[in-house]
C-alpha cells in the first residue's frame, strides 16, 4: 500500500464546474504539498500546508492533521486547469533536508 | 523557477553505456535532490544533497551515483545504464530563504535507454 493515496486518478469535469482532489497519507508528515504538472512536463509548487487551509485565487487547499487527509479544491474550473496535480508529504523535521513521499497524481481535463 | 536547469533535456542511451545528468541552479540553494518519475509510480527520490560533497541516499538509490563538488551543480550518474532505468528525471531544490519553504522543480530530463 503506497503510504501516499490519492483519488480520484482521473477526472474529467466542465468548465466551471467545483473540483475536489483528495489526499490520504499513512505516516507522520511534518507538511504536505500540493503541486501540479502541466501536460508539457514542467512541475510547480501550489501549496505548503502543515495545518488548516490556504488559498490562491480559486485554489483552495485544507489539511486534517488528525485524520491524515487533505484535499484541494478548484473553484470555477477552466480549460487551463487541466494537469495533473499531486500530493507529496514531508517527512522527517523542518529543519534539515526534507524528503517527500508523492502520490501518483490525479489527472485533471476540464472541457469548455 | 528558481534558476533550475538540467542538461540534457533528452537523451537516447543503449544499455551498459555511462550517463551523467546534469541539475544546475544560480541561486546558491543548499540541499538539492533528483526524482525519477515513472507511470504507476509518481515521483521517488533517487538521492538529494545537503551541502557540497555531502549526498545520501533516497528510496530507490541503486544502479546510481551523484556527486556534488560545487553548490550550483548536482549530478546524477548511471554507471552502466539499464532499460529500467528509462524514465523523467527531476531536479528539485529546497528554497529556504523565506517563505513558503517548497521545493522547485526543474524541467526535466526524458532520458531512454534501448
Known amino acids: 500500500k503506497n503510504e501516499v493515496e490519492q483519488s480520484p486518478q482521473n477526472l474529467t469535469a466542465q468548465e466551471g464546474e467545483f473540483i475536489t482532489i483528495n489526499c490520504s497519507y499513512s505516516v507522520g508528515i511534518s507538511a504536505l504539498h500540493w503541486l501540479q504538472q502541466h501536460p508539457g512536463g514542467g512541475i510547480v509548487s501550489l501549496f505548503m500546508?502543515?495545518?488548516g487551509k490556504k488559498k490562491h485565487g480559486r485554489l483552495i487547499a485544507t489539511i486534517n492533521i488528525q485524520e491524515k487527509h487533505s484535499s484541494l479544491h478548484i473553484t470555477a474550473s477552466h480549460p487551463r486547469d487541466s494537469a495533473v496535480y499531486i500530493c507529496a508529504v514531508r517527512l522527517g523535521p523542518i529543519q534539515g533536508a526534507q524528503k517527500l513521499v508523492f502520490g501518483q497524481g490525479t489527472r485533471l481535463t476540464i472541457n469548455p | 523557477d528558481a534558476g533550475i536547469t538540467q542538461s540534457p533535456r533528452h537523451k537516447v542511451t543503449e544499455t551498459g553505456t555511462p550517463v551523467t545528468l546534469r541539475c544546475h541552479q544560480t541561486?546558491?540553494?543548499?540541499?538539492m535532490y533528483w526524482y525519477r518519475q515513472d507511470p504507476g509510480h509518481g515521483l521517488r527520490l533517487i538521492h538529494y544533497s545537503y551541502g557540497v560533497k555531502d549526498t545520501d541516499k533516497g528510496e530507490v538509490s541503486d544502479g546510481y551515483s551523484v556527486s556534488r563538488s560545487k553548490t550550483e551543480d548536482f549530478l546524477l550518474t548511471l554507471e552502466s545504464a539499464t532499460s529500467s532505468q528509462t524514465s523523467v528525471y527531476f531536479c528539485a531544490i529546497r528554497a529556504t530563504s523565506g517563505p513558503p519553504d517548497e521545493q522547485f522543480f526543474g524541467p526535466g530530463t526524458r532520458l531512454t535507454v534501448l
Open positions: 541561486e546558491n540553494h543548499r540541499y
Open positions: 500546508l502543515s495545518s
